[in-house]
């Protein structure tokens, strides 16, 4: 670290330019929602944070990405809260340990729970799904393990015959009445949802404050704004499985601050990129497990920003 310090410098005083620190930013795949999120992300931060020169990389998901911050440097990274305090705890597929270097920076868009129903089904709330054929997700998905664990908080699991299919199959089962509906967790909008709204009448089941209580340690409470569906003119409660933008104690604290900074002072920019990040919540740093890094939360202090003590 030292060595490329002073060779910074060197160059600095040499030329009169800084030559920008490259940093590493590992997403997802190519094709998906959380890569355009990273590609927009970056764009703002090479713009604003002078000094740093942020290049996205594709990769497999968000195992991946944690298993590369033990032996990255310049290494940002997005993954859900649960799977960073599962290798911090050395859990499940981390059992190698090594990952207690992890530090958070800001919240990105979620997987946002969408639980949709047909309205001629009768079905107006999750209680009403009892006796009923529902797809809780496609088979395997984060979807289907949200449902199954609000479901069995609500103690009404066994009330409902829940469907195991691959969730390509549920347009075309509500469509022809095999179900009443379908869930699923994705960026709103959901592509899934746009395309059953489009051609039958649905309705988007709410959870209560109430029930979110029961669950609240484990997801975020979300709000799918009125007209993002066509016919759904209402605001609908629900919850969300939180991700977030981490790096490691390898990343300098002033790196971090003007990273952090510069996301946070504008969100104009990345709000562009894609309807979804408009739902970023500042107050979802409190959720993200792993404590912040020294330079982050130098910056949420900054703006009097009342972090939670496990954060720190």
Do not use: C
């Amino acid at each position: 670290m030292k060595r490329a310090a002073i060779f910074l410098l060197i160059v600095f005083l040499s030329t009169g330019t800084l030559v920008a620190e490259n940093l590493s930013l590992k997403s997802a795949r190519q094709t998906s929602t959380y890569y355009a999120f990273a590609v927009g992300i970056a764009e703002t931060l090479n713009k604003h944070a002078s000094g740093s020169n942020v290049t996205v990389e594709t990769s497999a998901g968000s195992v991946e990405n944690v298993k590369m911050a033990r032996m990255r440097q310049n290494f940002l990274f997005t993954s859900p809260p649960s799977l960073v305090q599962e290798a911090i705890k050395a859990g499940g597929q981390f059992s190698e340990g090594g990952y207690e270097d992890i530090r958070s920076l800001w919240p990105i868009p979620g997987l946002v729970m969408h639980w949709v129903v047909r309205k001629d089904s009768g079905v107006e709330s999750l209680e009403d799904l009892a006796g009923k054929r529902f797809i809780p997700g496609g088979a395997g998905s984060a979807g289907e393990r949200i449902t199954r664990a609000v479901l069995e908080s609500k103690g009404i699991y066994d009330d409902i015959n829940l469907l195991t299919v691959d969730l390509s199959e549920g347009v075309r089962a509500v469509r022809n009445r095999r179900a009443v509906g379908f869930g699923t967790s994705s960026t709103p909008p959901a592509s899934m949802v746009q395309e059953i709204a489009s051609t039958i009448d649905v309705r988007i089941l709410e959870l209560s404050d109430a029930d979110f209580a029961k669950v609240s340690d484990q997801y975020t409470r979300t709000v799918i704004p009125a007209g993002l569906y066509k016919g759904v003119d209402q605001d609908v409660d629900t919850i969300s499985l939180p991700v977030a933008l981490y790096s490691t104690k390898k990343l300098s604290e002033d790196t971090a601050y003007k990273l952090t900074k510069a996301f946070w002072e504008n969100r104009a920019e990345w709000e562009g990129t894609h309807p979804a990040m408009k739902l970023i919540n500042m107050q979802d740093v409190n959720s993200m497990k792993a404590r912040l890094h020294p330079g982050a939360l130098r910056y949420y202090r900054e703006i009097g920003f009342d972090v939670n003590p496990g954060m720190r």
